[in-house]
């Protein structure tokens, strides 16, 4: 039996060094880790690469649930797939596994727990923003665009509509990055054009 740890972050300038060293005190090896956003599963190369070669008796490990998914239909269909391979998962904050009799009733419940927590937190942060509007104090914040997991998502089919509201920036800036990339010889320029009603 394997215990395969992976570690994952939202973006470049976040380290997932910690989690590292929980996963590897946890007796993980292999340990895969990347810097994408978590809110979808297209572009995450490491998660794909251990769904495909994880065995049964494996073990997937990650330090919290959000590191693994960040919406209740994903954890599902993760636990699912490794089920289906006679695999489990562990979670290490708290220590839950899939492999007994509740853990996955357990987890089902914590990813819905963290997802309506998030929900809270963005219907907060809304009303907070609508507040400093309104009070003439709200500068906003520059974006942190991640220019290789924009090319990533579109290297998996993505559109650029959909990459701006996954990362959270303007369909422009999709397109601008996707066309500076084409440039550069590192992606294809087809379908990076925005619409004329832009």
Do not use: W
């Not at 649930?65 to 562990?90: F, H, P, Q, Y």
């Not at 500076?180 to 925005?194: F, M, N, V, W």
């Amino acid at each position: 039996m394997a215990r395969i740890g992976y570690a994952r972050v939202s973006s470049a300038g976040q380290d997932y060094s910690a989690q590292i060293e929980r996963l590897a005190a946890a007796g993980c090896a292999p340990i895969r880790a990347e810097k994408i956003t978590g809110g979808t599963r297209s572009g995450r190369d490491e998660l794909q690469a251990i769904m495909e070669f994880v065995r049964e008796g494996d073990e997937l490990v990650v330090v919290r649930l959000d590191r693994l998914a960040r919406s209740t239909r994903d954890t599902l269909n993760i636990v699912a797939e490794l089920e289906a391979k006679g695999a489990s998962l562990r979670v290490l904050e708290p220590e839950i596994s899939t492999g007994g009799d509740l853990g996955r009733i357990v987890i089902t419940t914590l990813g819905m727990v963290a997802e309506l927590e998030r929900s809270f937190l963005r219907e907060r942060q809304k009303t907070g923003i609508a507040a400093a509007k309104k009070r003439g104090v709200y500068k906003g914040r520059r974006k942190t665009i991640d220019r290789h997991t924009i090319r990533a998502l579109a290297a998996q089919g993505v559109g650029p509509t959909k990459i701006a509201d996954e990362l959270g920036i303007s369909r422009m800036s999709v397109y601008r990055i996707l066309k500076a990339a084409s440039q550069l010889g590192l992606g294809d320029e087809s379908g990076t054009r925005p619409p004329k009603s832009c």
